[in-house]
């Protein structure tokens, strides 16, 4: 790795860890943990951004990719991972693949991700993108994140990367008893709470707000037609 790319990165994940200490009071969370921060090393963002954003790729900030879609910041992505709670035996159900950052870090900690996109371009390059990178336990799939992946379920932990109005009753459905749902919801302001959604081995089902963020919309698309599988 060349000694500049090396230091972006390096910034990148002081930064990350900063936020982190400067947000524990919302979130309850003072550190990424050291599984997550190898992830953040590996992940090539740069691969996942267009080639006219990539100087700013390891910046820890929300870039465009496209259809009025973008690819997170940094600190979010790693807070939002954070909170699933990952084991190396998770199988995880992913709504909003956009250039597939998420997948990607997701498919690093866990041993299988399920990733619905409503775009079918954005999908399309995702699946490419991840499988020419060599992640082999990412599956992507074009159609409307608020179903789901039924046939898959059920699943560990769910991660929506999109602000919805409220939580798509399907998603809570195809969580396991001990689950973790992670989705901005709209706020009563601008923007959208992120909201840990848990489910108890009893079915409970519990909610908590962890911080203010803002997330394009979570729109609907027209079924599950499936994309190249990574």
């Not at 090396?6 to 900063?18: G, P, S």
């Not at 035996?89 to 997948?103: F, K």
């Not at 990607?104 to 619905?116: H, N, T």
């Amino acid at each position: 790795m060349a000694s500049s790319r090396r230091q972006e990165i390096d910034t990148l994940v002081a930064e990350v860890e900063r936020e982190f200490r400067e947000t524990a009071g919302s979130t309850g969370i003072s550190a990424p943990d050291a599984r997550l921060v190898d992830a953040l090393r590996r992940v090539p963002r740069d691969a996942f951004v267009p080639d006219d954003s990539a100087r700013f790729a390891w910046e820890n900030r929300a870039l465009p990719i496209g259809h009025d879609q973008t690819i997170s910041q940094p600190f979010v992505v790693a807070l939002m991972t954070q909170l699933l709670e990952l084991n190396p035996q998770s199988r995880v159900l992913e709504i909003g693949t956009g250039s597939g950052y998420q997948a990607a870090l997701l498919a690093e900690l866990a041993q299988e991700v399920f990733s619905v996109e409503v775009v079918p371009e954005l999908a399309r390059a995702a699946a490419e993108r991840l499988q020419r990178l060599g992640y082999r336990n990412v599956r992507v799939r074009a159609g409307d994140g608020r179903r789901g992946w039924p046939e898959a379920a059920p699943f560990d932990a769910v991660i929506v990367t999109a602000g919805a109005e409220s939580i798509p009753p399907a998603l809570i459905e195809q969580l396991k008893e001990g689950g973790r749902l992670v989705i901005p919801v709209d706020s009563r302001w601008f923007g959208q709470d992120l909201t840990l959604v848990t489910r108890g081995t009893d079915g409970t089902v519990h909610r908590r707000s962890i911080l203010a963020v803002i997330f394009v919309p979570l729109v609907g698309g027209d079924g599950g037609a499936l994309a190249p599988e990574s």
